[in-house]
């Protein structure tokens, strides 16, 4: 069992993913993507999954072999996480799996929100949120800045787009410089960019590499 809380169109919901064992095969089966209206809590989240599993599979308890996740405290902690109410609730052992696509991602989630203190990221919310909101701009560059998110390959994204529209962007805070001086980034900020954005061209090679189909496919046929 693999779970995963995320928000999509600002809407918050947790997702479930099986691999079940049967006659020989091993079935992959993207169970159900739950709403969630309370915070995210390890109760919270740990009640979802055994509501849904006591409607669809009363007898889980003595079928569960292994729980997937990534490395965040609600997920895996000690006491509360949702993995370790799992292994409690579940009548042996089982195996705890932590992914390493989202291990990568919490690092480098934590690598840019520590940068310059946290004010690379500050600058850069300021400044995206700013330029998605300039239609004229918009239509001069034919090009609209992506949404920010630190998770992961949309830093390195957002980051190209920047350099790559750079010039147009100087142009237009020189032009508008007493309307909107709070959202132009200082020099040093460009080169900080510039810097992450080479970094992330590796790191983002290594997330769609390992989400890729075909590296799945032989990660499957190494288990059977």
């Known amino acids: 069992m693999a779970n995963d809380s995320s928000t999509h169109y600002g809407k918050s919901y ?9 006659d020989g095969d091993i079935l992959n089966i993207h169970a159900i993507a739950i709403p969630m209206f ?4 390890g ?3 740990f009640n979802l999954i055994t ?22 405290n609600t997920m895996t902690g000690h006491l509360q996480g949702v993995v370790t109410r799992m292994e409690q609730a579940a009548d042996h052992e089982i195996y705890r799996v932590w992914c390493g696509l989202h291990q990568l991602d919490l690092v480098m989630k934590r690598g840019y929100s520590g940068l310059m203190d946290g004010e690379l990221v500050s600058i850069l919310i300021a400044l995206v949120t700013y330029l998605r ?10 090009a609209t800045c992506p949404k ?17 529209h750079r010039v147009r962007i100087f142009q237009h805070f020189t032009a508008e410089s007493t309307k909107s001086t709070n ?9 900080v960019i510039a810097g992450l954005s080479a970094l992330t061209e590796y790191v983002n090679i290594v997330f769609i590499k390992l989400q890729s189909k075909d590296l799945l496919i032989s990660q499957q046929a190494s288990e059977l």
Do not use: Y
């Not at 947790?14 to 049967?22: G, L, M, S, V």
């Not at 849904?52 to 490395?71: H, M």
């Not at 300039?134 to 239509?139: D, F, G, H, S």
């Open 183 to 191: 959202v132009n980034p200082p020099s040093w900020w460009w080169v």
């Open 43 to 45: 109760e919270n989240m």
């Open 148 to 164: 920010f998110s630190t998770r992961w390959i949309i830093m390195g994204t957002v980051a190209r787009w920047l350099l790559e």
């Open 14 to 22: 947790f997702d479930n993913r099986i691999r079940i064992h049967h």
């Open 51 to 72: 509501t849904f599993f006591d409607i669809i599979c009363p007898t889980w308890r003595t079928k569960l072999i292994g729980i997937g996740s990534d490395g965040e």
């Open 133 to 142: 909101a300039q239609p004229n701009l918009i239509a001069d560059m034919r």
């Open 38 to 41: 309370e915070r995210h809590t």
